[in-house]
Structure formats: structure tokens, C-alpha cells
């Protein structure tokens, strides 16, 4: 892609190498060069994947040797049994590996997936607590399937983690509605910050208030529209405006 090697030779090509050979293809070829190179790199990929039929077999990792699992229930053996088939994935390096190779190369190079998922295919995810808060061993994988006691347990988890997300993406929402929202007084800033605008629009035609149209936000030609709305409606309809405003005070 830039004309070198961008990794050492017995090394695999990592997501991040790829992002760093991408900036200096960028910075050297400019945009069109950069977007070309990448869409050969991905028919490669793409070619690659056929011959090779990398894909997951029902069986995966059945022949990968891994440490013995706790005989006895308790959550701390299994949380360290967990971290420990985790470090022996994490070590293994033979991706010609018939049985797990291609799995393991797409985590360790960024494509795909982390350890611990492929952990959690193969045998365990170690212990979680059930709603009672006793700690239940996760002694399956997704691979040889779950008992519903560990389906039960992990998924208080799973609801736990996807309104973690939720209020995650709520927060930022709110963060960027208020860093990008106008913060002067005009109609169309007040408009724009109202959950409903028609009141503002009403408002501003019932008491002839016009738009100076000197805010950043109101100087876009689609939001310039605003003000000829606003002195049509303010000329034509003001008993309108006025009809609004009085059910308004009413509700």
C-alpha cells in the first residue's frame, strides 16, 4: 500500500497498522489515491476469505487443547478459569490452525470479536450473579450450548448492558443538543430550542416579531425561509396566531 513493509516479518497486520499505513497514504496520494488503494484491499480481503472458508464450524476449538475447568461451583474459580483460557487464546499463535486459526487471527489483528467472546464460544464466561445476587458458574459456551440456569444469569447482564447503552447514547445526545443548539433570544433560536415550534412561530406573528436573521444558525438558506413565513403569517393571519396562543394559556 505505501511502497514498504509495514510490519515485521512473522508478524500479522493488526487494524491499527492498517489505520496508520492509511493516514500516510493519505497525507502522500491525497483522498482519491487513499480511496483507491483501500477498495483493492478489500477485493483482497474479499478474495481471501473465499479461498480460504474461513467460517466458524459447529465444533470450533473441539480439537484446541484448553486447561481443565473447575470441578466445584465456586465464582471465583471460574472467574480465574475464564482469565486463564483467555491467556492461553490470547497466546497461541498458530493461525494455519485448522480448527481455530482463523478465529483467533481475526481477534488478535482487530477485525473481529475480542478474547473474551471467543472465550464465551468455546467454553465459559466465567461466573455472573443471578437475581439474587448468588454468583452462578457459566460452565458452557455458546458452541455446546446453555443450561437455562446460565441463560437465566446472563441475561440480568445483558439487560443491565443494554440499558447501560442506552443512557451512554442518551447522555451524548443530550450533549450535543446542547453544545450545538443557538443560544440567543431571536425567533428562530427560540424556535429551534422549543419542543414545539409552531407556539414560537405563533407567538412572533401575534406580536409582529421579525427574525434579524444575525445569528449563525439563522443565516442558513434553508432556515431563511423562516422569516418570510413569519411576516406573511403575521400580516395575513395574526387573528390565527392569536387563536393558538389563547387555546394555549387555556390547556
Known amino acids: 500500500m ?37 477498495e483493492k484491499l478489500t477485493q483482497l480481503g474479499f478474495a481471501g ?28 474459580h471460574w ?5 486463564e483460557v483467555s491467556e492461553w487464546l490470547a497466546a497461541h499463535a498458530d493461525y494455519t490452525h485448522p480448527d481455530l486459526g482463523p478465529q483467533l487471527l481475526a481477534v488478535k489483528s482487530g477485525a473481529w470479536g475480542e478474547i473474551e467472546q471467543l472465550t464465551a464460544l468455546l467454553c465459559t464466561q466465567g461466573a455472573v450473579s443471578d437475581i439474587q445476587g448468588n454468583a ?23 439487560r443491565e448492558g443494554f440499558a447501560q447503552i442506552q443512557g451512554e447514547w442518551l447522555q ?8 450545538d443548539r443557538a443560544q440567543s433570544f431571536h425567533v428562530l433560536a427560540r424556535a429551534m430550542r422549543a419542543e414545539q415550534p409552531a407556539i414560537v412561530f405563533a407567538h412572533a406573528a401575534s406580536i409582529g416579531e421579525i427574525d434579524p436573521l444575525i445569528d449563525v444558525d439563522s443565516r442558513l438558506p434553508a432556515l431563511a425561509v423562516g422569516r418570510m413565513s413569519i411576516e406573511i403569517f403575521s400580516n395575513r393571519h395574526k387573528p390565527i396566531a392569536k387563536l393558538v396562543l389563547s387555546l394555549r394559556s387555556a390547556l
Request: hydrophobic share 35%; no cysteine; glycine share 10%.
Open 2 to 38: 505505501i511502497g514498504r513493509d509495514i510490519v515485521p516479518a512473522g508478524e500479522i497486520i493488526t487494524r491499527a497498522m492498517l489505520e496508520e499505513a492509511s493516514q500516510q497514504i493519505l497525507q502522500r496520494d491525497g483522498m482519491p489515491g487513499t480511496l483507491e488503494k483501500l
Open 49 to 76: 476469505a473465499r479461498a480460504s472458508g474461513a467460517s466458524i464450524s459447529p465444533f470450533v476449538g473441539s480439537r484446541f487443547p484448553l486447561p481443565s475447568a473447575p470441578a466445584e461451583d465456586d465464582g471465583d
Open 79 to 83: 472467574k480465574r478459569y475464564q482469565q
Open 136 to 158: 452462578v458458574p457459566i460452565r458452557h459456551g455458546y458452541r455446546d450450548g446453555l443450561q437455562p440456569a446460565e441463560i437465566y444469569a446472563l441475561a440480568i447482564g445483558a
Open 172 to 179: 451524548l445526545s443530550q450533549e450535543i443538543r446542547k453544545r
